[in-house]
């Protein structure tokens, strides 16, 4: 006797989360009765944090509801920008340089390098963010309650990605991309004695990060930076001001003096 089933239909732009075998048509699926349409279309390797609506032989539905034999389930992506309470986020452990240019934005982002998936999720909980990462395995944690694929190999695509998702306000410099803590203008005799006399002698407007104490201001790789920026928020209309009032110059190069910034 032929088992009862159900077709699955997953919109294309999530097709890539779906098993190779998978992703050229609809997809059939058992029907057991009790499985909610969320569970149906997780198992199939679509984490509930990249779909944004389901609909039932044409009806939106909850993810609770219990499709049935024959019925045809539709799954449409999550909306962009997709509205999240505060953009707060932590990135996995393989978004370092990501997470680098996130804060160059001015972004809260919390990262380490060997932070484990359980730890990511709770943290993740705890302060309210936004898990990004690259990993299915991750986003379908059931402790988890907000996160994001993040599209893209390098890390400018990654960000672009980022932000046409959330569409998050940017203040760029005004995050140090080290550690993620505030940075503010400083005095150059504050400063002074941490500096190399080239350093010294070149430049006159410096920041400091509040948090770890590092120095920052306008060398050579500014440019660079400034084009991270440029590209990352195209026409604009943006400031480029720090709200404590710190001017893009005074923040704008993550060098940090030699061995001594702390
Ligand atoms: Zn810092």
Redesign the pocket.
Known sequence: MQRSTLRVRVAEPLRFLLPVRHRHGDVRVPVDGVSTVRHLVESLGVPRTEIGEFLVNGRPVGPEARPGTDDVVDVRPVGRPQRIAEPRFVLDVHLGALARRMRLLGLDVAYRNDAEDAELVAQAVAERRVVLTQDRGLLRRRALTAGAYVHGARADDQLRDVLSRFDPPLTPWSR?P????GVEPVAKQEVEHLLEPGTRRSYSTFAR?R????VYWRGAHADRLEAVVAAATPGAGLTTSAPNGAARDATACPHRPTGTAR
Do not use: M
Request: net charge positive.
């Open positions: 140090c080290a550690c993620n803590g990060c948090t770890c104490g590092r």
